[in-house]
């Protein structure tokens, strides 16, 4: 069973910044896309950044310069570097990877909570 280990969340006051990590326990799957998505309070969950094997991101157009997508294919590790948090950055983010069998694997979730 593929795990996926999540770290990072916390709290930080609004202008803060914190970096999410995810890694991936099966060694023995090829990952194609790593991505991550979130849960704001009363939101549907929603597409943070993804990033493919060979290095193409994806943002959502809102956090377009205060997010940083970055991965390690050899350590089967995305991570993910959050800047200048506000308040309704607050939520639950989820680690997701697609393998090559386009087969989609996610984590726990880990907790983001951005004071004002």
């Known amino acids: 069973q593929v795990q996926l280990v999540e770290s990072g969340g916390g709290l930080v006051e609004s202008g803060g910044s914190l970096r999410l990590s995810c890694v991936v326990t099966e060694t023995s799957i090829g990952i194609f896309i790593m991505s991550w998505y979130r849960q704001t309070p009363g939101n549907q969950r929603e597409l943070v950044a993804a990033i493919t094997t060979g290095g193409e991101t994806r943002y959502h157009d809102s956090l377009k310069g205060r997010v940083t997508i970055s991965r390690d294919n050899a350590k089967k590790s995305a991570s993910l570097l959050l800047n200048d948090l506000r308040p309704v950055d607050t939520g639950v983010y989820y680690c997701?990877?697609?393998?090559?069998?386009?087969?989609?694997?996610w984590g726990q979730g880990t907790q983001v909570t951005v004071s004002s």
């Open positions: 997701q990877v697609e393998d090559f069998r386009h087969r989609l694997h």
